[in-house]
């Protein structure tokens, strides 16, 4: 048996995106929330790359074969008046698992948000993802007890939105 090629990681292109977009339909269906995915690939793209970007992601290969993906943006949290990294998607093939790539992505993002001057990283994960679990222990992550992650979508976000009037977008974009 031949040795595998050793990992690459790199910040992703827009050449990328129809890559991304199916590492987020196979991480979707591993999940069992691909009936969830309504992205495309101009929305991800636009997202990614365009004038108002509010995303990035780093691409990893085994070889030539794309093997996985980190995508993640920046938050800000008002306890440490610092910005912060939130972990979005960490998706590595399953022919690539358990030989370290997650772990490679995620220093990447480490990276990232130590040379940005973030306070934190944060991410979610589903509770029955136990190889994800273990990973986490692994590099010293640790469970946020007592937070609920609340989520609005759809109508209901919509109709809240309605109570506010119209406002100009945040400055500085």
């Known amino acids: ?91 590595v093939t399953p022919q690539w698992r358990g030989r370290g790539l997650g772990r490679l992505l995620m220093a990447y993002v480490a990276r990232v948000a130590v040379d940005r001057g973030c306070g934190r990283m944060e991410w979610s994960v589903l509770d029955w993802n136990e190889l994800a679990l273990k990973t986490y222990r692994a590099i010293g992550a640790t469970p946020l007890d007592g937070w609920t992650m609340q989520r609005l979508t759809g109508m209901s976000l919509q109709a809240l939105a309605a109570a506010w009037p119209a406002a100009p977008p945040p400055s500085g974009r």
């Open 1 to 91: 048996m031949t040795e595998p090629p050793s990992f690459q990681l790199a910040a992703a292109t827009p050449a990328d995106v129809p890559q991304i977009l199916h590492f987020i339909r196979e991480l979707a269906d591993y999940e069992r929330l691909a009936h969830e995915v309504t992205a495309t690939a101009p929305l991800l793209h636009a997202a990614l790359f365009g004038p108002e970007r509010v995303a990035f992601a780093v691409m990893a290969k085994a070889g030539d074969e794309p093997a996985g993906y980190a995508l993640y943006f920046f938050s800000f949290s008002t306890f440490l008046g610092k910005a912060g990294v939130y972990l979005e998607d960490l998706y």
